[in-house]
């Protein structure tokens, strides 16, 4: 079986700062995503990836920039920090189907 | 964009009941509504998915029911155990594209 792992798990920021989110996998799945969950929230698209080198805009794509450099590596950046925003970012990869998430990395902007 | 409503946000049930969500989605285009559970503290789950070529699916006490006409799609727990408590979120795709879009969440409790 693989894995996805989030680093860090814990991100605290302060308001205005650029803020880097890591992800990496070892199923070797094409398809990665970055979700972010509000607290008792719902998931919202950011930016998801079909290949190396490709990104495609959700939703809620203001604000964030992302990377896909390697296949197995999608990282997410957070351009300037909102003062007291808190909330966990989800990363995922997909085979067919199923989409498998990473534990995520909880961020609170001070 | 695809955009899903899910309903209700809150569900309580007693314990041996069934419990049904109800979600509906915008881009007749959506071919794919997987379901995903998420427990307290961890990530979501997938538990069920249902394809446009079926209008019903079940796996144990989970079924899913699709009516492509009317653009909705509803997950039913037969048979509710306390270990059903979570919460539920179901998600549809595009033909053709890696695109999936969650509803809002259905925080369910079963009480026994």
């Known amino acids: 079986g693989g894995i996805i792992t989030q680093t860090p798990k814990f991100l605290i920021g302060q308001e205005g700062q650029k803020l880097t989110l890591k992800c990496q996998q070892n199923?070797?799945?094409?398809?990665m995503y970055w979700y972010r969950q509000d607290s008792g929230k719902g998931l919202r698209l950011i930016y998801y990836?079909?290949?190396?080198?490709?990104?495609q805009k959700g939703d809620l794509s203001e604000g964030y920039d992302a990377s896909r450099e390697k296949k197995s590596s999608f990282s997410l950046t957070v351009t300037s920090a909102q003062k007291n925003e808190m909330a966990v970012f989800l990363c995922?990869?997909?085979?067919?189907?199923?989409?498998?998430f990473g534990s995520g990395t909880r961020l609170t902007v001070l | 964009g695809e955009q899903v409503e899910q309903l209700p946000s809150i569900l309580r049930v007693q314990e041996g009941s069934s419990a049904s969500i109800n979600c509906s989605y915008e881009d007749s285009a959506s071919n794919y509504f997987p379901w995903y559970k998420q427990e307290p503290g961890e990530n979501p789950k997938l538990i069920i998915d249902i394809r446009s070529n079926m209008e019903r699916k079940q796996i144990q006490e989970l079924i899913v029911l699709l009516d492509k006409k009317a653009k909705r799609f509803s997950l039913h727990i037969t048979d509710t155990q306390p270990g059903d408590s979570a919460m539920y979120f179901c998600?549809?795709?595009?033909?053709?594209?890696?695109?999936?879009?969650f509803g809002e969440g259905t925080k369910l409790t079963v009480s026994s």
């Open positions: 995922a990869s997909r085979d067919w189907g199923t989409l498998y």
């Open positions: 990836s079909i290949t190396e080198n490709d990104l």
């Open positions: 998600a549809a795709s595009q033909g053709g594209s890696a695109k999936l879009i």
């Open positions: 199923f070797n799945h094409d398809t």
